[in-house]
């Protein structure tokens, strides 16, 4: 029940940063609060025995793509407006309260005897990283070479793009 | 344990609240957190299918190649973004109507 427990935890995480992430004004905080969104998602991937998805997950999108965003919105400079003072105590007693939560619920698992963490489903082993890079090795060769050559033209496009012109 | 419906509620919601970001914003790169947010709901359908749906290898594939999709729309869109800021001064996608004249 542990589990199930999580699910609705990080699924209400992962809606609530979302929804937030679509009604705030300030790119700088909606771009913040999507990267705390894809955490969230990365954890129900973990829930779903998607192991090597959900690293994916945080570094790609939490990590080069988000990166990317902040980048252009610092670029850009769309985050002028100054961080309202009264806000600051909320911010700080809140992520406190959150650290503690996250730690609690950590110590929680760790001392409960029930090995939640690895549960196994029958043979599901599909979201481990042997078996999807021996599938993409070999039954799906193709669309792995098409999405490098995807890449590569999306690289050149952007460099394109975004260069001065001379 | 969980069931299908609910992740599929969850990719769903997920998926409309960023058809609701893409619609509502003004911001260009606001729009661009709308349309991950899109390629994240579709992601969570695939895992939760893969996971009970019989699906098992290719909706991890399939998501594997939405997240590759995603940085190569993103890094293309930004730029797209930037150009758009260089030649009018403005990424609100209301004021970049020149096509329209």
């Known amino acids: 029940m542990t589990g199930s427990f999580f699910f609705y935890f990080f699924a209400a995480v992962t809606l609530t940063s979302a929804l937030l992430v679509v009604l705030n004004r300030n790119a700088v905080y909606s771009a913040v609060l999507l990267v705390f969104c894809f955490f969230s998602l990365a954890v129900i991937f973990l829930l779903l025995e998607a192991y090597f998805l959900a690293i994916l997950e945080i570094l790609i999108y939490a990590g080069a793509i988000m990166v990317l965003f902040l980048f252009v919105i610092m670029l850009l400079s769309l985050g002028r407006e100054k961080a309202q003072e009264h806000f600051r105590y909320l911010q700080r007693g809140l992520s406190l309260f959150l650290v503690i939560v996250f730690f609690l619920s950590v110590l929680i698992i760790f001392l409960s005897d029930s090995g939640i963490l690895h549960q196994p489903h029958g043979t599901f082993t599909a979201g481990g990283v042997n078996a999807l890079g021996e599938a993409l090795f070999t039954k799906y060769l193709l669309p792995f070479e098409v999405a490098s050559l995807l890449l590569l033209v999306a690289l050149i496009g952007t460099v394109y793009l975004a260069k001065r012109k001379v | ?101």
């Open chain 2, 1 to 101: 344990m969980v069931d299908l419906n609910t992740y599929l509620v969850i990719g769903a919601l997920l998926f409309s609240l960023g058809i609701f970001g893409v619609i509502t914003r003004r911001n260009g790169v606001a729009v661009l957190m709308g349309v991950e947010l899109i390629l994240n709901a579709a992601n969570v359908n695939f895992v939760a299918f893969a996971r009970f749906g019989g699906m098992d290898l290719s909706g991890h594939i399939f998501s594997l190649f939405v997240i590759i999709l995603a940085a190569a729309e993103a890094a293309v869109a930004l730029a797209i973004i930037l150009n758009i800021y260089n030649n009018m001064g403005t990424i609100n996608i209301d004021e970049a109507d020149q096509l329209k004249q």
